[in-house]
């Protein structure tokens, strides 16, 4: 007879799929392109807010480090609020829903 019971296995279980679950909202592609480009957004914005009247007359009067700044703040804090408002949903265990349904 086994040392473990039917309890421990299941419990086992569902520790193991809430990690992957975890690891899986951590590493969903949306978080890591929105945190670079906010980051990334917050450099270059600064860099166009300490823009000399030199480099701005280079880019033909247009301040282009803070437009391009700017939009990568956008771009970035919409990758978040997509990732916040629709969150990555758990693995479905087909093999295991089929069998809790044959029981």
């Not at 520790?15 to 992957?20: C, H, T």
């Not at 600064?46 to 391009?68: Q, R, Y």
């Amino acid at each position: 007879m086994s040392e473990y019971s039917e309890r421990d296995v299941q419990r086992e279980v569902t520790e193991l799929e809430g990690k992957s679950a975890t690891a899986a909202r951590l590493f969903d592609i949306r978080r890591i392109i929105g945190g670079l480009f906010v980051v990334y957004g917050i450099i270059i914005t600064l860099t166009g807010l300490t823009a000399s009247d030199a480099e701005i007359d280079k880019a033909e009067g247009v301040n282009i480090n803070l437009w391009t700044g700017l939009g990568m703040l956008g771009l970035g804090v919409f990758f978040l609020a997509w990732l916040w408002l629709r969150p990555v949903a758990p693995p479905v265990d087909v093999e295991r829903l089929a069998e809790e349904d044959s029981e």
